[in-house]
């Protein structure tokens, strides 16, 4: 990671939280331009290209801006993106702002890998229990993994809290050795 990709993802978060906005929908809003960016070879050459003249990008910037719906803030910040040259890291610094907008709400990753398929009710239990681990509120990345064989292993940060059947055998294997 470049150090210009924290300083405009923090720049960008200062900027939503003082205006308030939905962070899960400016999430979104840049995820879609992101999208549309990478889908489009001539879009992207287009809009990195710095031998074309400035006013020409911005209309097409503002043409896909409404296109895909992207609020007026969200819109302003991948101009600035474009006009510094920077467009070609927008996912990475979406990814850095999305860090920082959790961290300033308070929000965890966390990653939850089940032997199972679970219900919705019991992903918002393991989810809860989750957000018990971590002191605060989660937002949990769910898989599955049959050689876990029964359980589930959570994720938060660099702590793993293993509770699968195969991390039990594993650890009563290791238990037993010993003796």
């Given at each position: ?35 549309t960016l990478d889908g489009s070879r001539e879009l992207r050459e287009f809009l990195l290209n ?21 609020d007026k803030t969200v819109r302003n910040f991948v101009a600035v993106l474009m006009d510094h ?95």
């Amino acid at each position: 990671m470049a150090a210009f990709e924290l300083r405009y993802a923090r720049a960008f978060q200062q900027v939503a939280a003082a205006q308030n906005l939905n962070i899960d929908s400016v999430r979104q809003q840049v995820a879609d331009f992101a999208a549309t960016l990478d889908g489009s070879r001539e879009l992207r050459e287009f809009l990195l290209n710095p031998a074309l003249d400035h006013k020409d990008k911005v209309k097409v910037l503002d043409a896909v801006s409404n296109r895909v719906g992207l609020d007026k803030t969200v819109r302003n910040f991948v101009a600035v993106l474009m006009d510094h040259g920077r467009l070609e890291s927008l996912k990475d610094i979406a990814a850095e702002f999305s860090t920082l907008a959790d961290q300033a709400n308070g929000i965890a990753e966390a990653e939850i890998v089940t032997a199972k398929h679970l219900s919705e009710d019991e992903k918002q239990l393991l989810g809860s229990k989750a957000g018990a681990l971590a002191g605060s509120r989660v937002r949990v990345t769910w898989t599955q993994d049959a050689s876990l064989l029964g359980g589930a292993v959570i994720k938060l940060g660099s702590q793993v809290y293993d509770g699968s059947v195969r991390g039990q055998l594993q650890q009563l294997k290791r238990h037993l050795a010993g003796a």
